[in-house]
């Protein structure tokens, strides 16, 4: 759990995502200090926290956001998502509200389907990574107004399925 003293390689931002009190505080705790305590109230405010790993030979800081208690208002910022490049779903498995509030729906929209001629992501590219991630893939234009209906009426309708 020591920091490393070479260079490091990669910074990783990942955010902790859950209802309130299903144990993130405290998964972040045991992950960056080997710390565990039955007193929830003991992290609340802490922004972040650090651990340095070697993944692959290569130095890693990761840096895990934890909600400092505002998902209790539902008053998560974007500043919270900015720069993420993981997120972690936490539910609590002796409450199942907390696992059917975590039952996001995502799809991946390739926008300015308009720019044809400009295109750098070929469809199959997007739909193989949406297959493999397990999302569901669309491309539209706002401008032109294709599959913008298609894309937010599949969303809404497979959020209606799981939650109905
Ligand atoms: P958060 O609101 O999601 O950050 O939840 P906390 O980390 O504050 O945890 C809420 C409560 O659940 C606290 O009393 C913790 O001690 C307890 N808790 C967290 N993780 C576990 C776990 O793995 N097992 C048990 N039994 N309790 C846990
Ligand atoms: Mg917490």
Same mark, same amino acid.
């Given at each position: 759990y020591g920091e490393f003293n070479h260079k490091i390689d990669y910074v990783f931002k990942v955010v902790l995502i859950g209802?309130?009190? @299903?144990?993130k505080s405290q998964l972040l705790a045991r992950f960056a200090r080997n710390e565990f305590s039955?007193?929830?109230?003991?992290?609340?405010? @802490?922004e972040f926290q650090t651990r340095t790993l070697v993944i692959d030979h290569k130095v890693v800081k990761a840096q895990i956001w934890d909600t400092a208690g505002q998902e209790r208002y539902r008053a998560v910022t974007s500043a919270y998502y900015r720069g993420a490049v993981g997120a972690m779903l936490v539910y609590d498995m002796t409450k199942r509200q907390s696992f059917d509030h975590i039952n996001i729906v995502i799809m991946l929209v390739g926008n300015k389907a308009d720019l044809g001629t400009l295109r750098a992501v070929p469809a199959e590219d997007a739909k193989e990574f949406a297959e493999r991630e397990g999302l569901f893939f669309m491309e539209t234009s706002a401008l032109d107004a294709t599959n913008v209906e298609p894309a937010f009426l599949s969303v809404l309708t497979e959020i209606y399925r799981v939650v109905t």
């Open positions: 209802d309130s009190a @299903v144990g039955l007193d929830s109230k003991a992290t609340i405010g @802490v």
